[in-house]
């Protein structure tokens, strides 16, 4: 892990830096203009493209899709005979692009509403103007001040043309620059447990303040400390299992927040497991149907709450997909995920995509934790 990776593009290339509204890149860490409070700039990573190849090697299965027992996933910086360009790099007009940016912090909010600063408010969001940000020092925005996945899009997308939430591609992106660096799917134990075991309290977004990995610039590690907020009250943590941690500029790759994934949706028809993804086909997000902009991966999710044990495989299209088929089956904390996930018994309806778990998840969290259990219009 770290330094040997860093020839390979997408891994050294990989670096955190502030944007313009309009998308064009003002400065990068370590350059004199870099500051990542700047009023009107977001803190974002600049991650180059890479090409990938999935090949199953091991299935089982009588079901819709695969269940996988044995996997390659290999990725390259340049084209290779049999690999694909990652989806994370195919914009809104279908095109292959060389890099995209994202977020280097969880999503806080620009209000409209207080004079134009950054607040965390659990009322009186205005979703018609209010904007998410990307910065240091702010205050993570959840479901306690009215948050979906539709209204996350809208305040993300407010900022202008081309910005949304992070998406599912994005993720997959993330898991197998993770996976290979790390040499294991636990990144809780090859990065660390991350802002995990904050005692929880249903009444208050208990979210640290962004920005405590904000030293380490574009390199992974663990911060020294971290401010948590609760009930407008800061206090400081150094435990390992309370601090912010970061993947190569991206603070909080799980933990501390639950992540919404624009771009799936969940269908389940009371015979299908756990429901079954669709993929969006443009960024026309619909969170009330699976319309026609939306495909099946065909495979299913698991029918009940556990520990990971496989993924799945569908169609070979979305094979760039790393969502779990299968949990228990052996499977606990550490092998061969160290993971958990939680589905529907025989979906029946619509579902969104969390990703990476929250505060007080503790050895739940990580880059392969799914929640695929509330409605799209659930806070």
């Known amino acids: 892990m770290g330094s040997d990776f860093d020839s390979y593009i997408m891994y050294g290339g990989r670096r955190r830096c502030t944007v313009n509204d309009d998308g064009s890149i003002d400065a990068f860490y370590g350059e004199n203009t870099y500051a990542e409070n700047s009023a009107n700039k977001q803190v974002m990573i600049y991650q180059p493209k890479f090409y990938y190849q999935r090949v199953p090697l091991q299935t089982e299965g009588n079901r ?3 269940i996988i027992n044995k996997d390659s996933i ?13 989806p994370l790099f195919i914009n809104e007009d279908g095109e292959e ?5 994202l977020g280097a ?7 409209t509403e207080h004079n134009g600063t950054y607040q965390f408010v659990t009322n009186n969001v205005n979703f018609n103007n209010d904007k998410l940000v990307s910065k240091a020092g702010t205050k993570p925005l959840t479901g306690s001040s009215g948050l979906n996945m539709q209204k996350a899009e809208q305040l993300a997308s407010n900022r202008g043309t081309g910005w949304h939430i992070y998406t599912i591609q994005a993720e997959s992106a993330n898991q197998m ?36 990995t904000s030293s380490l610039g574009n390199a992974s590690g663990i911060a020294e400390e971290t401010t948590i907020e609760t009930n407008d009250e800061q206090y400081t943590v150094t435990d390992s299992d309370k601090v912010a941690i970061s993947y190569r500029g991206m603070e909080n790759p799980w933990g501390n927040t639950w992540t919404m994934l624009g771009g799936i949706i969940v269908y389940g028809d009371n015979n299908s497991n756990g429901g079954i993804p669709y993929i969006c086909n ?6 009330t149907t699976v319309g026609n902009n939306y495909e099946n991966v065909e495979f299913t999710l698991p029918n009940e709450n556990g520990w990971v044990a496989n993924l799945g495989y569908g169609l070979k299209k979305y094979d760039w997909l790393l969502m779990p088929a299968a949990v228990n089956n052996g499977a606990n904390s550490s092998l061969p995920v160290g993971d958990n996930g939680w589905f ?23 880059p392969f934790y799914y929640a695929c259990d509330h409605a799209p219009n659930d806070t």
Do not use: C
């Not at 802002?195 to 979210?207: D, K, P, V």
């Not at 443009?282 to 969170?287: A, F, I, Q, V």
């Not at 529907?344 to 990580?366: I, K, P, Y």
């Open 282 to 287: 443009d960024y026309n997000y619909s969170y």
């Open 64 to 66: 819709v899709g695969k």
């Open 177 to 212: 620059l993770e996976l290979i660096e790390f040499g294991t799917m636990n990144g809780q134990s090859a990065l660390g447990k991350g802002i995990s075991n904050i005692t929880t309290n249903s009444n208050y977004n208990q979210a640290a303040l962004t920005g405590s």
């Open 344 to 366: 529907d018994t025989n979906l029946s309806g619509l579902r969104a995509v969390l990703h990476g778990g929250g505060w007080s998840f503790q050895e739940s969290d990580g």
């Open 74 to 86: 290999i990725i390259s910086a340049t084209p290779q005979s049999g690999f694909k360009v990652h």
């Open 97 to 101: 692009v060389d890099y995209v940016l």
């Open 105 to 111: 912090y969880e999503g806080a909010l620009y209000s």
